[in-house]
């Protein structure tokens, strides 16, 4: 009985191991044939996204050596989508000018890299020792355009031009303004570059430096 017994169980171990060997063959295919499908969508989810930017950008879209850029974002951060960057910095760029000429960068200290940052508070500072108030009276952002986008030691970095319009007056302690005219508009041009590591799972991306602003009055 104990060797009829001990081929029962060899036989019944076969069995188990050849089932469970088809469990893993049919398990590992549907893995690979979901990991394909969802490289697919996502692949296919990029080149939607590129090429909406694409068809409403046809300027930006003729630099082959942005579109590149752009493309290998997309490959390290799967939420960028260029119109929504547009958006984003469209935001982040009146808020910190905003900042900038108020006087408080609290509200946008995240999005500023510390050496940009000890800059503005460095301008900021000589202006309250000169009790001077600046004001933003007038601002309307008419134009944002990608001019540079590379991944460089997994930094992804974009370099934005903004043109605006803008009133900016100066005002002493008593409330008189000593600079600028409220009936005028200056047109102004600020390259602005954003950065953010492909390896942070943080999404805010930061402003590492600033080109100096070309003014024309209007």
Known sequence: MGEEFNIFDGIMLIIAIFIAYRIYQTIGKTTEDDEHRKKNQLEKLKSIKLHAFKKKHTSEAEQPHL??????????????HPEKFK??????????????????LNSVKNFISPNIYDFFEEIIQKRQANKEHHELAFFRISTIEFLESDIIA?????????????????????????????????????????????????????????????????
């Open 154 to 218: 997994k930094q992804a970095q974009i370099k934005v031009k903004f043109i605006s319009e803008q009133t900016v007056i100066i005002k002493n302690n008593k409330g008189d303004i000593i600079e600028g005219d409220l009936n005028d508009i200056d047109e102004v041009t600020d390259i602005w570059t954003f950065e953010k590591n492909v390896k942070t799972k943080n999404n805010d991306w930061v402003l590492t430096k600033i080109d100096f602003s070309e003014k024309e009055a209007s």
């Open 67 to 80: 579109v590149s850029g752009l493309e290998k974002i997309q490959t390290e951060i799967s939420s960028f």
């Open 87 to 104: 958006k984003g910095a469209k935001i982040v760029f009146e808020n910190i000018l905003k900042g900038f000429i108020s006087g408080d």
